[in-house]
């Protein structure tokens, strides 16, 4: 492999290792300090393929100081439906990244 090949996949890698650690960051955080919140599943999508399922759950709720915010919710569950109240937590930070209080 040449070395403008093996620099690609290094970089790759870095990138990829930043978006984990900073997701397991947000989900830390939202677990120790998020705030709790009552939503509602808004919509459900599904961003897969012609031969594949990729659902991605939308919840709206409103926030401490009564921002109504559409967000997706990070752990989702595949009993969920469109229309149903949920509770969750969201970082006052990130709010547009919720997670469900199971």
Not at 53 to 69: A, F, S
Request: hydrophobic fraction near 35%; charge should be neutral; include cysteine.
């Amino acid at each position: 492999m040449e070395i403008k090949g093996i620099l690609a996949w290094t970089f790759l890698l870095m990138v990829c290792g930043v978006v984990i650690l900073f997701s397991r960051k947000l989900k830390k955080e939202i677990e120790q300090n998020g705030i709790e919140a009552k939503g509602v599943i808004s919509r459900i999508e599904d961003k897969g393929g012609p031969d594949e399922i990729d659902l991605q759950y939308y919840v709206r709720y409103r926030t401490e100081d009564g921002e109504t915010i559409e967000g997706l919710l990070s752990n989702p569950t595949s009993d969920l439906q469109v229309g149903q109240p949920v509770d969750l937590k969201y970082h006052p930070k990130y709010k547009a990244n919720a997670r469900l209080i199971r």
